[in-house]
């Protein structure tokens, strides 16, 4: 009869299994959870990712799954995938239970900055997250059509409740003022309105917020960070120059307000013709030279595709309407390269603050 082996055997083989990303073990990073020893010296164990769109989570159970194999007699080996978010540690005036809030930028217009927004928001909720979606953006709010959002928030109370899509709770300035009117507001009037969207929201508990900002560096930009402190911000952007320099510029405006740079998104980088070539309509790899330039991560780039403008008018984000096209699978791989970055500086955060 082979000898029974042990939960102390399995943890031990597990805290050889480091993580891609934090470069360190499993067990040290409280990820391995109920462990079971069963008949026949069989195993049953749970990893506990630090976000569901983890883009390694394969690698992470297959490297599981290899090292408990190693233990002499082991049995048969089940490994469940769990999830949960870290919060970013940062200090806020106004508590809420939201881990990550993060803002997608650009230093100019029509570079599909919404887009990018809305599909990133509803790729991490299908993967598991639990996400919000607050469009500040005040000269063009298009997240309510982009996400088929006809119903305006109601009121409990003092509390504004969400509508959701997809998904994910959404917030947006254009629920307010009437689709034919131009917002002439000022700077504490901007300022009051995003304190309400933050404050007078009843967000619930979020993994992530995404926040679409304006095109440009203003006041809505330092309303926010003022209010509700960031996680980190994305820059997108084209490949041609003109959209390079005015992306730069978003980028330094991060850096001026301390707020971390999680990473570059190029748009319509390429558009693929019906032979197989690639046409570059705005140039070539201009986001991964920003990135690469300013030593920021360069999450993905986004090939150009009639289906992406057809989602955002009839209010179905390609990641939802055409998951298997080109552009749908980019959007999906750039919004778990940002669940990867924030991960990875949560961790970073925790240790500071343990050392402190």
């Not at 599981?64 to 806020?92: C, F, L, W, Y």
């Not at 009121?155 to 131009?182: A, H, L, M, T, Y």
Request: glycine letters at 8%; charged letters at 20%.
């Amino acid at each position: 009869m082979s000898a029974s082996i042990t939960k102390d055997q399995v943890i031990a083989a597990l805290s050889t299994v480091l993580d891609p990303d934090l470069k360190r073990d499993l067990v040290t990073l409280n990820m391995i959870q109920n462990v079971e020893v069963l008949d026949n010296n069989a195993v049953r164990f749970t990893i506990v990712l630090t976000t569901p769109a983890c883009p390694l989570k394969n690698k992470i159970k297959a490297d599981a799954h290899q090292a408990v194999s190693t233990i002499p007699n082991i049995g048969e080996i089940e490994i469940e995938m769990s999830a949960k978010v870290r919060s970013d540690g940062v200090s806020r005036e106004i508590k809420l239970p939201i881990r990550n809030v993060v803002a997608v930028a650009s230093g100019k217009g029509g570079v599909g900055k919404s887009t990018v927004s809305a599909n990133l928001a509803v790729a991490l909720a299908q993967s598991g997250a639990k996400v919000g979606l607050m469009d500040a953006d005040i000269y063009g709010p298009n997240i309510p059509t982009m996400m088929h959002v006809d119903e305006p928030p109601r009121s409990e109370g003092e509390r504004i409740i969400p509508p959701e899509s997809f998904g994910v709770k959404i917030i947006s300035i254009g629920f307010f003022v009437q689709p034919d009117q131009p917002l002439i507001w000022r700077g504490p009037m901007l300022h009051n309105a995003i304190r309400q969207f933050v404050a007078d929201v009843e967000w619930g508990t979020l993994d992530y917020l995404i926040v679409d900002l304006p095109p440009g560096t203003g006041d809505i930009q330092l309303s926010l960070t003022q209010t509700l402190p960031l996680s980190g911000g994305i820059i997108v952007t084209l490949p041609q120059k003109v959209s390079l320099e005015d992306a730069l510029r978003g980028l330094k405006m991060f850096n001026k307000l301390n707020v971390p740079i999680l990473g570059v998104v190029e748009n319509m980088s390429y558009l693929e013709m019906p032979d197989g070539t690639r046409m570059d309509v705005f140039g070539n790899g201009g986001g991964k030279t920003l990135a690469l330039e300013t030593g920021s991560p360069f999450l993905g780039e986004i090939p150009m595709d009639p289906q992406v403008r057809v989602g955002g008018d009839i209010g179905q984000p390609i990641v939802v309407s055409d998951p298997e096209k080109p552009a749908a699978r980019a959007l999906r791989s750039i919004a778990e390269n940002l669940a990867q970055q924030l991960s990875i500086q949560a961790a970073a955060n925790a240790e500071v603050i343990t050392e402190g």
